[in-house]
């Protein structure tokens, strides 16, 4: 029987690996021992995992469902960084599912706490902007796309990630033909 430390590290790592049954399977077990030790911290962190081993097999009803169930703990116990982690993964995936108006305010939430956060969390930031730009755009909302883009931009150029920034140029570019 392995410990929820080491399930969790077995998960991460076959992620890592690109072996997502391997991943899945670990989180899956993690989800079931910390359910029954009652370790919602645990918990909620293997929801995460287990919502992420799902949606790189493209299983997106089942991502949404686990990383929705891990939002309720991190809305009970914290920290805020995890929640809006959480937030906005639910949100990509319900993206990604064509439901931009059930990302939308899961978006704002995590926005919201990403700025509250501050200089910590200018990357995570960066990628809800991405997102909430991706659902403005979808919904034809062009001038409120650009001003994400543009703001997404400006984050990742201070983080240094070039793919970010080009991502963000040609979206731009093609927002203003």
Excluded at 18 to 47: C, W
Excluded at 83 to 102: G, I, K, N, S
Aim: hydrophobic letters at 40%.
């Amino acid at each position: 029987m392995h410990t929820l430390k080491e399930l969790l590290a077995r998960g991460y790592g076959a992620r890592a690996e690109n072996d997502p049954a391997e991943s899945r399977a670990a989180f899956f077990e993690a989800v079931r021992i910390a359910s029954l030790e009652a370790d919602r911290s645990a918990l909620a962190e293997a929801l995460c995992g287990l919502a992420q081993a799902e949606r790189d097999i493209g299983a997106l009803g089942p991502a949404s469902h686990q990383y929705a169930n891990a939002t309720v703990l991190y809305r009970e116990i914290g920290p805020p960084a995890r929640l809006a982690y959480a937030l906005r993964h639910e949100a990509d995936v319900l993206r990604e599912m064509c439901r931009p108006a059930e990302a939308e305010p899961l978006y704002l939430e995590a926005e919201i706490i990403y700025r509250k956060l501050g200089g910590q969390a200018i990357l995570d930031l960066a990628n809800t902007l991405r997102g909430l730009a991706l659902v403005n755009e979808s919904k034809g909302n062009t001038d409120q796309s650009k001003k994400l883009w543009n703001e997404a931009r400006k984050l990742y150029a201070d983080c240094n990630v070039e793919a970010g920034v080009s991502e963000c140029d040609k979206k731009l570019s093609q927002l203003t033909k």
